[in-house]
């Protein structure tokens, strides 16, 4: 069953599904800052646009843009800034 996932006031939406190859959520971020926390170990998939992501225990901001992965840990904080709407895929572990 799918289900419906709204943060930051609506401005990131995602659609949890679960199929052979796991959990994920497919989402849309709004232009903005956010701060998430990972319960599960996560594979973030750029599908559209670029996410510039502070990741745990780093100083320096990177850039995932279309077609880019970012791993993070479970039970982890990072940061994201989004410039204009961008996509992901979220693979749960």
């Not at 796991?22 to 670029?50: D, I, L, P, Q």
């Not at 940061?79 to 895929?89: F, G, L, N, R, T």
């Amino acid at each position: 069953m799918l289900k419906t996932n709204e943060y930051f006031d609506g401005k990131v939406m995602s659609i949890a599904f679960k199929n052979s190859d796991g959990e994920a959520t497919a989402g849309v971020m709004e232009k903005g800052e956010y701060e998430f926390a990972t319960s599960k170990k996560e594979y973030m998939n750029v599908t559209s646009g670029k996410l510039t992501v502070l990741l745990p225990d780093a100083t320096d901001w990177q850039t995932f843009e279309k077609g880019q992965t970012f791993i993070i840990e479970p039970n982890q904080k990072f940061k994201v800034k989004v410039e204009e709407q961008s996509s992901y895929v979220c693979e749960y572990k």
